[in-house]
């Protein structure tokens, strides 16, 4: 048998291949292994972006040159923390929010309706205007708008715009008859048309019925979807994030990722959750896929919805709402349906992320959960998105679930502050205990993975962090806190934006931590949020923002990497 020798010269060359690179000059904070805060004072990954090495200031930092590092990034003395995870996302409705009509700050109808004309105008070679962000709740109407109102600022071409919460959609005349939605036309099962009186469809459809326009809506093409792409992934690195867990994964959406991934374009993790077991089967097949392009790609889970939203009465409540006696909300699933669709999954090992937001429809899903845990055993980590309103006579059910199997409590910190008033107003005030309740869900033992709902909400995890610390909005109301018995402690915060939201898509052995073997994701900040004020968290700078290694966004373009020592 032949022996391979390495010449002295050769083992030269293999050492002078290696490009580590040095962060120094730091501030840096993670949540350790067993959940405390770490400090460290410097880090150094290789260059497959693997951190090797975390360092405090008592220890011996390596030299730069033979034998050592090789590149070195000056952290100017700022803060460095794990990137930022957006749990809940909606990354391609992201980025066609970004590139659509965006009417998230329109504060009344005329104005929304003067925000359309314009965007019409500016766009004549679009077949449809398409646009998102409303919220009639914010116009102080006290009705939906309308169809005929459409009309009056583009009267010539269909207009769809989805409601802030995408569980309604708004119509003129021209896209409800491109739908053929006219007054004949039934409800669908988990949905529902708002009417005039004497029965016409009034132009807003709700959860399920808004498919009978959705579907005419022309379909993107691949350019399309690859452009929403690279929209999302440059807005979600500005803030700081690095990961995000996809809520609705399509297969056109995971081929655009896969596209992005093959020509190394993929900015940002992505933990996939397919959009129903049919797109899981499809991108999955009998189980969740290998992690892909150096741990950018997983889809390892599906999403259902079993309710609708608050905002337009469809999340599934006990008793009706107290702004509209005789409507309970809409339950997309019944009991059954939603055990088998997650026994398919589970069966197959793919992790289960259910949206819930009545009462009701957490009862509902908790309960099932429990019956499944009976048979499905081991670690499940069954996802409930939102669980925004929790009937307390439930809360014991989630501890007996966390020890089953654990439980993750996906939750969006700002739905909280900008759905207040309008929690209030429909649920009446013996239901707001139960509501948003961060800390009662930890206490019975879930994880809490914080996220944004993007484009529902803008992915901004400082804000977040900061509304978890205090219930109050940018204003400082209401005084003490909102339910301030369901504030979480900074440590929780931090974490549900980084090892928490992490360990809830089955990543924590890949992100989300600063620590040797894991992957070098990290940003640079001006805020140390275990330490600087709720005002200040919220006006957090990001300077800059690492993935794997590479760095993805610098606010200040002359970077500081020193090239290696000659």
């Not at 360092?55 to 990034?73: E, F, K, L």
């Not at 739908?179 to 529902?192: F, K």
């Not at 939603?338 to 309960?367: C, F, P, W």
């Not at 059910?397 to 929690?423: C, K, W």
């Amino acid at each position: 048998m032949k022996r391979l020798v390495l010449t002295a010269g050769l083992l030269a060359l293999a050492a002078n291949a290696r490009a580590d690179t040095l962060v120094d000059n730091i501030k840096g904070e993670t949540i350790a292994a067993d959940g405390t805060l770490q400090t460290f004072s410097a880090l150094l990954f290789d260059d497959t972006g693997i951190i090797k090495a975390v360092y405090g200031p008592r220890d011996r930092v390596p030299r730069q040159g033979r034998g050592g590092y090789q590149y070195h990034v000056d952290g100017k003395g700022r803060v460095l923390l794990p990137g930022m995870i957006d749990a809940h996302a909606h990354v391609m409705q992201t980025g066609f929010a970004l590139l659509t009509l965006d009417l998230s700050d329109s504060v009344s109808l005329d104005d929304a309706l003067d925000r359309i004309g314009k965007f019409a105008r500016a766009h004549p070679d679009r077949p449809w205007i398409l646009g998102s962000g409303w919220n009639q709740e914010r116009w102080h109407m006290g009705r939906f708008p309308t169809a005929a109102e459409l009309d009056r600022v583009v009267p010539d071409r269909p207009v769809w715009l989805e409601r802030a919460d995408f569980h309604a959609g708004w119509a003129n005349s021209a896209a409800l008859k491109a739908a053929g939605v006219t007054a004949a036309t039934v409800s669908p099962e988990g949905g529902a048309i708002d009417r005039m009186p004497d029965h016409s469809p009034a132009g807003v459809l709700i959860d399920h019925a808004a498919n009978l326009v959705a579907r005419v809506v022309p379909v993107p093409q691949a350019r399309d979807l690859d452009l929403a792409l690279a929209t999302a992934e440059a807005d979600f690195a500005k803030r700081g994030i690095t990961a995000v867990a996809d809520m609705g994964t399509t297969v056109n959406d995971w081929i655009a990722f896969r596209r992005a991934g093959d020509v190394n374009r993929l900015y940002v993790r992505i933990m996939a959750y397919a959009m129903g077991t049919e797109a899981m089967a499809q991108i999955g097949g009998s189980g969740p896929t290998p992690w892909l392009y150096a741990d950018k790609l997983r889809m390892g889970g599906l999403k259902l919805l079993l309710d609708g939203a608050l905002g337009s009465r469809g999340a599934w409540l006990k008793a009706p709402y107290a702004d509209q006696p005789g409507n309970s909300g809409t339950p997309l699933y019944s009991e059954t349906q939603l055990g088998n669709l997650m026994s398919r999954a589970a069966m197959d090992n793919y992790q289960v992320a259910v949206h819930a937001i009545g009462d009701k429809a957490n009862e509902t899903l908790l309960t099932t959960i429990y019956d499944l845990t009976h048979t499905y055993k081991g670690d499940r980590r069954w996802r409930i998105e939102h669980a925004q309103v929790v009937d307390p006579k439930n809360f014991p059910l989630v501890g007996e679930i966390a020890r089953a199997g654990g439980v993750v409590a996906s939750m969006q910190p700002v739905h909280q502050t900008s759905d207040r008033l309008m929690a209030e107003a429909r649920l009446g005030p013996d239901r707001l205990r139960g509501a948003y309740a961060w800390n009662s869900l930890k206490q019975q033992g879930a994880v809490l993975a914080f996220g944004s709902d993007t484009p529902v909400e803008r992915p901004d995890p400082w804000i977040g962090i900061a509304v978890a610390l205090t219930r109050q909005d940018e204003t400082g109301i209401p005084a003490g806190g909102w339910q301030p018995q369901e504030r979480v402690d900074r440590l929780t915060a931090f974490a549900g934006y980084t090892s928490a939201a992490a360990w809830a898509g089955f990543a924590e052995g890949k992100f989300g931590r600063i620590a040797p073997g894991l992957r070098a994701d990290f940003i640079l900040v001006d805020t140390d949020p275990m330490t600087a004020t709720p005002e200040a968290i919220r006006k957090t700078r990001v300077f800059q923002t690492w993935v794997g290694g590479g760095k993805t966004y610098d606010a200040e373009p002359d970077a500081v990497v020193a090239k290696p020592k000659r």
